[in-house]
């Protein structure tokens, strides 16, 4: 099911959507990205029905469902807290749906069963929910949600209070659920992983506006704002000025820093560019890296450890953060004031606003 | 699980607690006010029992406790009807008129009760805004039953609506919000998810005004002395017949009252024991 947003404007208290416009196609996985606070929950909503907006439109396959109340819309929608009713068993949360609009007891039974197996929890089906783990609850808010055969599915961070390996486990899960029952999904979600690993589209929200919609590839390579290339992950998000330009390809100056990209931005003219932590590469001062697209030295300002990760800012004029598996940064026995190359490839070079 | 808030009163003794055995000596002293408030009554009674037992089987008390059970239940009744709706629209909404219209359930709570019953004496008298209405079809406030349930109502009101507002806040909205995407209309989600959820704060702030409704006096007397609820009774029988034979009924109201609420509390512990999990 298409869902399209017409220019929404929506306030509720302090906080505002403020002209919203975008759209979801039939059987897109989407995902709406953006600080805490941006109105992601708000849009969920009011996809579900549960707000009304103030101007605009909301349409589900092209028909303005404004007017139209959440019970009748048949959206599901999973909340990062499961939000599963306490007062019932596991078995009655996942029957709560199908009650509600009326289905014979026996259809609601072999349903409920048929849920119960297909997420692996038919032995907690009567169990009280506030007894369950966390991916315990998660399958059973996932079943309750997909119970009432909806054609779209809206999680609001559905995976954040997961650990590691659950998570995995349950981006292979909506891996499926996406493609078995040809469901639309919108997802909210900050993790890069996530919407790298299941999304087709995306959508970034900053203070109740759109910054930025299109596909998940489209928006990694070329961001449309500096806010947005913070947001998604980008750590070296850089000013600088094109000094030549030609075929393709230009050479930029930013504080001393100088950088062949690809980018068609005549000379003289200031561009803001960013580049990945992780396409930054490392090499010992001695290394011989003729042949690389850009070879800088820099220095080493500062190391910090992240896990297997090694995260190290250089001075090269502007300062750029570059990311290393903790072993190489060992063997290269880095120290902070050690002299250091660094290579960037031309195309990892993503110009901001182009 | 061992709960660390709920460990049980010795186990603290085991691991001296030096802020929690001052403020238990502390707090002591309320508890010690009350048990010796009970034991003088109590003593003083069981002293002369066959005059206890005279005045227990006195018609006109067991009439007066009944009726001034009955209006406080029937209070509870107009409040879950009435109050419950007022409850929920407070808690869901985020009005500029919440404020005024929790103030104005609130005036009880700041009045003397000699105010509250001009308040609603003024309101229910014959000539009154309501009460000349009602007169002409047959309801009469003054000196009546129904005088007695308004009065009480109206000192009992806050009690209700705050405690079940609150229980009604607890409810996140998240959960309401799913049931109702599930396909549950706002009422159904409201009967289904939150009353289930908000039964321990519903029977509580029944319990809180209907304690209140039965232990009003100033506010009752303005519009009904008679038929007297038991605090008039006392009141007569204190100025008529002095300290004894009101004694011998305030002594049997403690009992009386005390059994409703013990046994109340004992029905329905385990009640909606999730809410505070919710």
Same mark, same amino acid.
């Given at each position: ?26 059987? %897109? ?15 969920? %909503? ?48 996942? @029957? ?132 947005? @290339? %913070? ?55 001695? @290394? ?28 090269a004029g502007a300062t750029l953060s570059a990311v290393i598996v903790r072993e190489m940064a060992d063997e290269m026995a ?21 | ?19 929690? +055995? ?18 003088? +009554? ?11 037992? =005279? ?36 808690? =869901? ?86 049931? =109702? ?55 007569? =029988? ?25 046994? +109340?509390? +004992? ?12």
């Amino acid at each position: 099911m298409m869902i399209e947003f017409d220019r929404v404007g929506l306030a509720l208290g302090e906080f505002s959507l403020k002209d919203i416009s975008f759209t979801v196609r039939g059987g %897109e996985y989407f995902f709406i990205i953006g600080p805490s606070g941006a109105g992601k929950t708000i849009i969920l %909503e009011a996809i579900a029905g549960l707000h009304v907006p103030d101007t605009g439109r909301i349409l589900l396959s092209g028909k303005d469902v404004s007017t139209i109340p959440p019970e009748q819309r048949g959206v599901g929608l999973v909340y990062q807290d499961y939000s599963l009713f306490p007062h019932m068993t596991v078995e009655k949360n996942i @029957a709560f749906g199908l009650r509600m609009h009326h289905l014979p007891s026996s259809e609601i039974q072999r349903r409920v069963e048929e849920l119960l197996s297909r997420f692996g929890i038919f032995h907690l089906r009567s169990r009280e929910t506030l007894n369950l783990s966390g991916g315990e609850m998660q399958r059973v808010a996932l079943a309750r949600a997909l119970a009432i055969d909806p054609q779209i599915l809206l999680l609001d961070e559905p995976l954040s209070a997961l650990d590691p390996g659950m998570k995995e486990y349950f981006i292979q899960v909506l891996k499926e659920i996406h493609r078995d029952n040809g469901l639309t999904i919108i997802q909210v979600s900050h993790n890069r992983h996530e919407i790298l690993s299941l999304g087709t589209r995306m959508a970034l929200i900053m203070d109740g506006r759109l910054e930025q919609e299109g596909s998940v590839r489209q928006v990694y390579a070329s961001p449309a704002t500096r806010e947005v @290339a %913070e947001f998604i992950g980008y750590e070296n998000v850089i000013d600088g000025v094109v000094v030549s330009s030609g075929d393709g390809e230009c050479l930029i100056d930013a504080s001393g820093l100088k950088l062949r990209a690809s980018c068609t931005v005549p000379a003289g003219q200031g561009v803001t560019f960013c580049i990945g932590a992780d396409e930054v590469v490392l090499h010992s001062p001695q @290394a011989s890296l003729s042949g690389k697209d850009n070879t800088v030295q820099g220095m080493v300002n500062a190391i910090t450890q992240s896990g297997y990760l090694t995260r190290v800012v250089i001075d090269a004029g502007a300062t750029l953060s570059a990311v290393i598996v903790r072993e190489m940064a060992d063997e290269m026995a880095l120290r902070v004031g050690s002299p250091v190359l660094l290579t960037i490839r031309k195309n990892a070079i993503r110009m901001i606003g182009k | 699980m061992s709960n660390p808030g709920r460990e049980s009163f010795w186990s603290r003794f085991r691991r001296p607690d030096s802020t929690l +055995i001052a403020f238990s000596l502390i707090g002591s002293t309320l508890v010690i006010f009350s048990f010796l408030a009970l034991a003088t +009554i109590t003593l003083t009674q069981l002293a002369d029992l066959t005059f206890l037992v =005279r005045v227990a089987t006195d018609s006109r008390v067991i009439n007066s406790i009944a009726l001034t059970f009955g209006a406080g239940l029937a209070v509870v009744f107009i409040l879950l009807l009435f109050g419950t709706p007022l409850a929920y629209v407070l808690a =869901r909404t985020h009005s500029r008129i919440n404020s005024l219209v929790e103030a104005l359930i609130d005036i009880p709570l700041v009045l003397p009760h000699t105010v509250a019953g001009i308040m609603v004496y003024l309101l229910f008298m014959q000539r009154g805004l309501l009460g000349a209405p009602l007169k002409d079809i047959g309801i009469v406030f003054e000196d009546a039953l129904p005088g007695i349930v308004m009065a009480m109502l109206f000192v009992s009101m806050p009690f209700y609506v705050n405690t079940v507002r609150e229980g009604f806040q607890k409810v996140p909205l998240h959960i309401e919000n799913v049931a =109702r995407t599930l396909g549950a209309t706002r009422f159904k989600a409201f009967v289904l998810v939150v009353i289930p959820l908000s039964a321990r704060h519903i029977l509580n702030g029944s319990v809180l005004a209907w304690g209140r409704a039965i232990s009003e006096f100033a506010a009752v007397i303005m519009i009904a002395y008679y038929p007297m609820i038991v605090s008039t009774l006392i009141y007569y =029988r204190f100025t008529t017949g002095g300290l004894k034979e009101s004694s011998a009924i305030a002594f049997l109201m403690i009992i009386a009252s005390f059994s409703v609420f013990l046994v +109340i509390r +004992i029905a329905t512990r385990y009640l909606g024991s999730y809410d505070d999990r919710v």
